[in-house]
């Protein structure tokens, strides 16, 4: 099949946009599927990071085709400003960037709302990115959102987001004591927003089921990780929309017949930000090192990542939900200065053992893991890029990640620049 769907299987920042990105040079079309200008997916171009929060990470490689589906809140202003930001780095976008008329918007009040309810949960806070992605995808299924193929007729999105507005404004000065927003403003900033985007919006799922059928190569760039996902992640401390690969068909319009292999992308080790559960965290000069030898620093809001070691129990569990049979593994090079590396086999659950990921916060919040220790292999893994080239204990941790996880591993990442990748199995 030649649609391939890249999922993270922590959470978040396993390095999607660097791997979308190399693939994309053997891809016809690259579609994000869900999430919003939540995710930073960091790509290197000519030699020199770039950030892409919506638009898909194949979008700075030339020829390539990229969609941003119907399951994606879109933020018209951050895409306007993110697509004059790529322009002006040299990059044609033109004919190839799609937006499907039905993905929903996320708008001012959307993003006052959620700071005003991320302050009033107070110790209960989830860390969100503050990027209005909650209540967008809260309206969106209330039937209070906005789809972008609206601002097509900007007349008619006027009087819609006339109405929506004056309600919105009563929660923001009611329920939260915050200043109303000023609608006459926001639209007067959105109107030019609309005309340039408008040449931008399309109806894409029959393109995407076509180009499938045709045998063209597709790969699905999902954003955040499997365990943000809103089902199946360590609720409440998630996202709002469905990242593993079951996203792809309520996301885009494709069926899931017509979804070929899931491809995990795993981080040699775990990072995560936000609050919430993280059984595997660190806290001591271990933490420190990762953190800064892998420049763990978020991508959208510059928040230091919480780092620890790579768990197997969490990677089983997105294995599973995902139908993944081979994970990329990301950031190699981060651990090669480490004596010892651990990774979490089990989880300690008050004095029991168990390899079964909780699906309650309580019982997460409860977790000792259960580390097995792996030698090091202290030298440089990042010129490598050919297997043989890679150290021996190296080559061992990652098998020994195959054997625990039962998974494959089809390449290796070992830098953030493009061709630093040690690929043992192509991936279309
Ligand atoms: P990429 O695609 C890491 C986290 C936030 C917060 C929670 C909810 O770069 O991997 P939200 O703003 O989505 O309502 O926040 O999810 N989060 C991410 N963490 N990488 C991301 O995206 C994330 N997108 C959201 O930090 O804990
Ligand atoms: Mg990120």
Request: hydrophobic share 35%; with cysteine.
């Given at each position: 099949m030649s649609s391939v769907v890249v999922v993270g299987t922590q959470w978040g920042d396993e390095g999607k946009g660097k791997i979308t990105n190399a693939l994309s040079s053997d891809a016809d079309l690259v579609v994000r599927f869900q999430g919003g200008a939540n995710a930073g997916h960091t790509v290197s171009v000519d030699g020199t990071p770039i950030v892409f929060h919506l638009l898909p990470s194949g979008i700075s490689v030339p020829g390539v085709r990229n969609i941003i589906g119907p399951g994606v809140v879109i933020d018209p202003i951050a895409l306007d400003v993110e697509i004059a930001e790529v322009i002006d780095r040299g990059i044609e976008i033109g004919e190839n960037l799609m937006i499907d008329v039905g993905a929903h918007m996320v708008l001012p009040y959307h993003k006052a709302l959620e700071a005003a309810e991320e302050k009033a949960r107070g110790n209960a806070a989830i860390g969100t990115t503050h990027r209005g992605i909650g209540p967008a995808y809260a309206d969106r299924c209330a039937r209070d959102g906005i789809p972008i193929g609206t601002l097509a007729a900007f007349d008619v999105f006027r009087s819609r987001f006339e109405e929506i507005v004056d309600r919105k404004n009563e929660y923001l000065v009611r329920l939260y004591g915050e200043e109303p927003l000023d609608a006459g403003e926001i639209l007067e900033q959105l109107h030019p927003v609309a005309e340039r985007l408008a040449r931008h919006l399309s109806d894409t799922p029959e393109t995407l089921r076509a180009a499938i059928r045709a045998g063209r190569n597709v790969l699905f760039e999902g954003a955040q990780g499997t365990l943000l996902d809103v089902a199946f992640g360590t609720y409440p401390y998630v996202t709002s929309s469905c990242t593993t690969a079951a996203g792809v068909a309520a996301g885009t319009g494709v069926p899931p017949s017509l979804i070929g292999e899931v491809i995990g992308i795993t981080?040699?080790?775990?990072?995560?930000?936000?609050?919430?559960?993280?059984?595997?965290?660190?806290?001591?000069?271990?933490?420190?090192?990762?953190?800064?030898?892998?420049?763990?620093?978020?991508?959208?809001?510059?928040?230091?990542?919480?780092?620890?070691?790579?768990?197997?129990?969490?990677?089983?569990?997105?294995?599973?939900?995902?139908?993944?049979?081979?994970?990329?593994?990301?950031?190699?090079?981060?651990?090669?200065?480490?004596?010892?590396?651990?990774?979490?086999?089990?989880?300690?659950?008050?004095?029991?053992?168990?390899?079964?990921?909780?699906?309650?916060?309580?019982?997460?919040?409860?977790?000792?893991?259960?580390?097995?220790?792996?030698?090091?292999?202290?030298?440089?893994?990042?010129?490598?890029?050919?297997?043989?080239?890679?150290?021996?204990?190296?080559?061992?941790?990652?098998?020994?990640?195959?054997?625990?996880?039962?998974?494959?591993?089809?390449?290796?990442?070992?830098?953030?620049?493009?061709?630093?990748?040690?690929?043992?199995?192509?991936?279309?």
């Open positions: 981080k040699a080790y775990t990072t995560r930000v936000g609050a919430g559960p993280f059984p595997t965290e660190l806290t001591d000069d271990t933490a420190k090192t990762i953190q800064e030898r892998g420049s763990e620093r978020g991508a959208t809001t510059g928040r230091a990542r919480r780092c620890g070691w790579l768990d197997i129990v969490a990677l089983k569990y997105s294995i599973a939900l995902n139908g993944i049979r081979r994970i990329i593994v990301t950031k190699l090079d981060i651990l090669d200065s480490f004596e010892t590396i651990k990774v979490c086999v089990a989880y300690d659950i008050d004095g029991s053992r168990t390899d079964r990921f909780p699906r309650t916060v309580d019982e997460l919040r409860r977790i000792r893991p259960v580390y097995e220790e792996i030698p090091g292999w202290m030298s440089d893994t990042g010129e490598a890029r050919r297997e043989s080239e890679l150290p021996a204990p190296a080559l061992a941790y990652l098998k020994r990640i195959c054997e625990l996880a039962d998974v494959d591993i089809c390449s290796v990442s070992v830098g953030a620049k493009g061709d630093a990748l040690v690929e043992f199995t192509s991936v279309f």
